[in-house]
């Protein structure tokens, strides 16, 4: 969401906004939610396809409640500081209202949550640093110039009232302009007139070389 409303209520509680690059869904963590989504609906579906939505409140549950490989906990500890009640039976009491006794319960679950949250951050960096190490040994370094010419993957889709099939199209189109960097591995594009093509990722790009055009 780019709306000028939505910016301005991000600026109110001061949010930073950080946006994924096009076609780029590994940057996305929701994509991979939305794959584990994907296939508990199809295993709860069995064959009638049309009550696929049947089942998402008990998916959403099992997903909340399911302990996290890296931090150690689940979404819903993570939220809340206590485990999900599937059961009325499992409430505890009710927490007191909350007052300036170190001692007090309420208190004692705020310096709960401070470690709690301290532990997640440092595991999360662990896991970001082992991933970053393992993605970084089968990745060349490439950077680009603004001004330099670039080949773009090609994302159109087959378009069936058009006699075209994605699969048997060009891998790469353009090519395009380096109009400006981005970040440490996205540039943003141009066409030849000047026209903004977006932001992309290095690894959608190939840089193009006389007498050569990729297929």
Not at 47 to 60: F, K, Y
Not at 153 to 170: E, M, Q, V
């Amino acid at each position: 969401m780019r709306s000028e409303e939505f910016r301005k209520l991000c600026d109110d509680y001061q949010v930073t906004l950080s946006y994924t690059r096009l076609y780029y869904p590994r940057s996305d963590p929701t994509e991979r939610v939305n794959a584990t989504v994907k296939t508990m609906i199809a295993t709860a579906v069995k064959h009638d396809h049309r009550r696929w939505a049947d089942n998402l409140a008990a998916i959403g549950c099992a997903i909340r409640i399911s302990r996290h490989e890296t931090t150690g906990y689940t979404p819903y500890f993570a939220n809340f500081g206590r485990e999900h009640k599937l059961l009325g039976s499992e409430f505890d009491h009710p927490i007191p209202a909350s007052d300036d006794n170190p001692d007090s319960t309420t208190q004692k679950r705020l310096v709960g949550f401070r470690k709690l949250y301290q532990d997640i951050a440092a595991k999360l960096k662990t896991a970001h640093e082992r991933d970053k190490r393992v993605y970084d040994l089968r990745r060349r370094p490439v950077q680009y110039l603004v001004g330099q010419q670039v080949w773009r993957k090609d994302k159109s889709l087959s378009d069936a009232t058009a006699n075209y099939s994605a699969k048997l199209g060009p891998k790469y189109i353009g090519p395009f302009v380096i109009s400006r960097k981005c970040g440490s591995w996205t540039y943003e594009l141009a066409d030849e007139h000047g026209n903004n093509k977006g932001i992309w990722h290095v690894q959608e790009l190939k840089p193009v070389h006389p007498d050569y055009e990729p297929p």
